[in-house]
């Protein structure tokens, strides 16, 4: 496995572990802390990054995926994840946080297209390998 590839399995790593402990700490301390609605929506943050933690791992071991794709589709998931979930943990905390996390908003739906952006870099870059 090159350098590369382990950065990329290891980033998978961590997203999944942070996922676990983001989900156990939903399901244990948020729970009573904020309402049902938040905690749906912190709920989705958590879905999201499972699943692109998934993807990450299986592009790390993804040998038949160029170097360059599997670079981009990096960039893209991380970015997104990091908007995309990220966005929706601080929205889904804002009755608890004790600034305004109002300026969030705008940057969720950035995540979701960088998200989307990944998946269809993959996809080309696929269609286009030899």
Same mark, same amino acid.
Request: aromatic share 14%.
């Given at each position: ?9 290891? !980033? ?5 572990? &942070? ?5 156990? #700490? ?12 938040? &905690?749906?929506? @912190? ?10 933690? &998934?993807?990450?791992?299986?592009? $790390? ?7 360059? !794709?599997?670079?981009? %589709?990096? %960039?893209?998931?991380? @970015?997104?994840?990091?908007? #995309? ?13 004790? @600034?305004?996390?109002? @300026?969030?908003?705008?940057? !969720?739906?950035?995540? $979701?297209?960088?998200?989307?952006? $990944? ?12």
């Amino acid at each position: 496995m090159n350098n590369k590839a382990k950065k990329i399995v290891v !980033t998978a790593a961590v997203l999944g572990a &942070l996922t676990i402990a983001f989900g156990a #700490f939903g399901a244990h301390v948020l729970k009573s802390s904020i309402d049902s609605a938040s &905690l749906v929506t @912190f709920e989705t943050g958590v879905r999201y990054q499972m699943y692109h933690a &998934l993807a990450l791992l299986i592009l $790390g071991f993804a040998t038949a995926i160029p170097e360059k !794709t599997r670079k981009w %589709v990096f %960039v893209f998931f991380i @970015f997104g994840i990091i908007f #995309f979930s990220g966005s929706i943990y601080l929205l889904a905390l804002k009755s608890v946080l004790p @600034f305004s996390v109002s @300026f969030v908003g705008p940057i !969720t739906p950035i995540g $979701g297209v960088l998200l989307v952006i $990944g998946w269809l870099r993959l996809g080309y870059g696929l269609l286009n390998s030899k």
